[in-house]
């Protein structure tokens, strides 16, 4: 299982970005896609994740507001629109995929190589 992120990058503060990831591989079945990050000398945290079936979100306190995901299912993409972008969501973000590989494997979870975003004027 391959997990391709894109859209990082340098935005300025209050400005806007969106993030995309794509799975891809030998995939039987995705439970949740979305979001950790990692900002310089700070653990990686969640940031956002979503069930692929039904789409029930849930994000970290941090962002709630600000940022939204969304996903397509049939594509095996989710997508993170972060909005009011400040210097504290300066991080790497890295796209995370539970899937089942096979239809009796179990669940496992895949990283994606991050994407950086910076916030600065």
């Known amino acids: 299982v391959q997990l391709q992120a894109s859209g990082g990058g340098l935005v300025q503060p209050g400005g806007s970005r969106r993030l995309s990831c794509i799975a891809s591989g030998t995939i039987w079945y995705i439970n949740f896609m979305g979001w950790y990050r990692q900002a310089p000398g700070k653990e990686r945290e969640k940031v956002a994740m979503?069930?692929?079936?039904?789409?029930?979100?849930d994000y970290a306190d941090s962002v709630k507001g600000r940022f939204t995901i969304s996903r397509d299912e049939v594509k095996s993409t989710v997508s993170l629109e972060m909005n009011s972008l400040n210097a504290e969501d300066t991080a790497v973000y890295y796209c995370?995929?539970?899937?089942?590989?096979?239809?009796?494997?179990?669940?496992?979870?895949?990283w994606g190589k991050g994407t950086l975003v910076t916030v600065s004027s």
């Open positions: 979503i069930r692929m079936s039904g789409g029930t979100a």
């Open positions: 995370n995929a539970n899937v089942r590989k096979y239809y009796d494997d179990p669940l496992q979870d895949y």
